[in-house]
């Protein structure tokens, strides 16, 4: 069960038309657009806007996808889009979609591992603030990002953190990691938690209820997943992990669904109100992360512990879902 709160020390906060719980005054964390809860990925262009214009480099631009959300986003304002790759496929894409080259920057890059390494070299010059992977596969862009020459790495773990709007869900919920780290162990698990929960208060939620998953809420010493959750929760209990509410082991169904916690009589603030996933390793949040999207759900990514986010969709993904992971990753880029 999570830590008690004494309500009487929650401080007032600015309100957007619904409510949140908050965390205690030591762990509040100012958010950039006050305390509000994200019903839709809709609401990420809403704080881009109030944010300052983020500059975006989209490594190998000549992918249809990737080049036409990045210009969505420019064209709207929401960021600076800078164009590495193939100049002259870049600009011959452009020219027949009718894009305009207005506000682009391009930098010229004939090969991928060329080109990732150019665009952390503006990274580091503070030419840009994030980057996107465009026509490349993300084993390249990866292994050319974290080489050490190229100065990325900033001693924490990096790990992928995607929301997903459900249509059967109240409100945005995020997962994390789906994507970069297979078993993580304890400690790697508390640097994926406080991953997620930095980028949640670059969204200006002060106090994420987070969930660490496990196959059911009592501990099983035998399962290293149901350890590692009640390890999670105790050094919330600390003080070891702030900015958010932790609760761990917790099925996925009480993390989700109030009726599940009511029916089982399971009391925590968490129960049914979840705003972040931590799953046991990299298959089980692939796997629930892809069949929400199957389910009808719309989603959007980035990975952070990095010296700058970054944004590895699929090349296969969609338009939208790429659009609204570069704002996603607008957010995270903000110095907190």
Same mark, same amino acid.
């Given at each position: ?59 190998? @631009? ?56 150019? @665009? ?58 789906? @994507? ?127 010296? @700058? ?28």
């Amino acid at each position: 069960m999570g830590r008690e709160h004494n309500k009487s020390r929650l401080p007032t906060a600015q309100r957007f038309g619904t409510s949140l719980a908050l965390c205690p005054d030591e762990y509040q964390v100012k958010g950039t657009v006050g305390t509000m809860q994200l019903r839709s990925l809709d609401y990420f262009a809403t704080i881009c806007a109030g944010i300052g214009k983020k500059r975006m480099a989209v490594v190998m @631009a000549e992918n249809e996808h990737s080049l036409l959300a990045a210009m969505r986003a420019h064209q709207q304002g929401l960021i600076q889009a800078v164009l590495i790759g193939d100049e002259k496929k870049i600009r011959a894409l452009m020219e027949e979609h009718q894009l305009s080259t207005e506000g682009v920057r391009f930098h010229q890059a004939d090969e991928p591992e060329k080109a990732v390494t150019l @665009a952390t070299r503006l990274v580091l010059e503070g030419e840009v603030d994030y980057l996107m992977k465009g026509g490349l596969e993300t084993r390249t862009m990866m292994k050319a990002f974290i080489a050490r020459e190229n100065g990325m790495r900033t001693g924490r773990l990096m790990s992928q953190v995607a929301f997903v709007e459900n249509p059967f869900y109240h409100k945005l919920l995020a997962l994390t990691d789906s @994507a970069l780290n297979p078993k993580p162990d304890l400690a790697q698990k508390k640097q994926i938690l406080e991953n997620a929960v930095e980028v949640f208060h670059s969204m200006g939620v002060e106090c994420p209820k987070v969930a660490v998953l496990a196959a059911a809420e009592t501990l099983n010493p035998k399962l290293q997943e149901s350890t590692d959750a009640q390890a999670l929760k105790e050094m919330y209990q600390r003080g070891e992990i702030t900015g958010c509410i932790v609760e761990g082991p917790i099925s996925i169904d009480l993390s989700i669904e109030p009726e599940s916690a009511k029916i089982k009589g399971y009391d925590s603030p968490v129960a049914g109100d979840a705003d972040l996933l931590i799953c046991p390793d990299l298959v089980s949040g692939n796997m629930m992360g892809k069949m929400m999207l199957f389910m009808g759900a719309r989603s959007a990514n980035v990975v952070v512990g990095a010296r @700058a986010p970054v944004i590895l969709c699929s090349r296969s993904a969609t338009e939208e879902d790429k659009f609204q992971s570069i704002l996603l990753g607008a957010i995270a880029s903000q110095e907190l």
